[in-house]
């Protein structure tokens, strides 16, 4: 039987990072712009095979007693508008969206050592919208949101097997799946921050903020200004 691992053991985990000469600097970021950096590093992901689920990111929200959650969701769509990602309306992240839209997002490419941060507000998208995505899914797809009320106490695993074997003997073989009460969410960025490992561990941290009154902190020195509205500025590691 193999042992726990111990703190010494878990303190003792050093992983290689990048090296200075490979530095994410910003006089290399050719387009100042949070959603361009984003898309070339989501590409790098995508061709790095070791990468299995490069949308895969950690959703943080917060209920209305201001606790938090965090979970893992598959961002399907990201826009110079913001990232989408899709669940059930009456899931917990919903429920605690709907008494506060500010979210948290991270995706975290172990292979690149790279991160990216990103704080918004989640708003739903259009029904039509998520309908749309909905039928793209594949049908076992479909009917698994259907059966499932997702974030709701259950009996037992049986349980979503009678209620998906029922929608099943419903719809038939070919019977188009309805819309349940699920759907997509927009988070429409203020903060993207971009996180690159260095084995030193002076970390490359660039930070890009958009809002009211972001273009006025500009100073040229600590604080930047980027294109379309954005703001950036290196932080400490």
Same mark, same amino acid.
């Given at each position: 039987m193999s042992q726990p691992a111990s703190i010494e053991q878990l303190s003792g985990e050093r992983l290689k990072y990048h090296e200075r000469k490979d530095a994410f600097l910003e006089e290399n970021i050719k387009i100042k712009d949070p959603f361009v950096i984003f898309r070339d590093w989501l590409n790098d992901a995508l061709n790095t095979k070791e990468i299995l689920e490069p949308n895969a990111a950690a959703l943080a929200t917060v209920n209305a007693e201001g606790k938090p959650s965090n979970r893992f969701v598959l961002v399907k769509e990201a826009t110079t508008e913001g990232f989408t990602f899709f669940t059930n309306y009456g899931s917990r992240k919903a429920e605690d969206i709907?008494?506060?839209?500010?979210?948290?997002?991270?995706?975290?490419?172990?292979?690149?050592?790279?991160?990216? =941060?990103?704080?918004?507000?989640?708003? *739903?998208?259009?029904? /039509?919208?998520?309908? *749309?995505?909905?039928? &793209?899914?594949?049908?076992?797809?479909?009917?698994?949101?259907?059966?499932?009320?997702?974030?709701? =106490?259950? =009996?037992? =695993?049986?349980?979503? /097997? &009678?209620?998906?074997? &029922?929608? *099943?003997?419903?719809?038939? &073989?070919?019977?188009?799946?309805?819309?349940?009460?699920?759907?997509?969410y927009l988070v429409r960025p203020s903060l993207i921050e971009f996180w690159q490992g260095q084995t030193d561990r002076l970390h490359d941290r660039i930070r890009f903020r958009r809002g009211p009154g972001v273009l006025d902190e500009v100073d040229g020195e600590l604080i930047h200004k980027g294109e379309n509205d954005w703001v950036y500025e290196r932080l400490a590691p």
């Open positions: 709907a008494c506060n839209a500010n979210v948290a997002i991270a995706i975290y490419w172990l292979p690149l050592r790279r991160s990216i =941060r990103i704080e918004g507000v989640a708003e *739903k998208i259009s029904r /039509d919208a998520s309908l *749309k995505y909905f039928h &793209e899914r594949p049908r076992a797809s479909q009917i698994g949101a259907a059966a499932s009320p997702q974030s709701q =106490r259950i =009996r037992s =695993r049986s349980y979503l /097997d &009678e209620v998906e074997a &029922e929608i *099943k003997a419903k719809l038939g &073989e070919s019977g188009q799946v309805p819309l349940p009460n699920w759907g997509g």
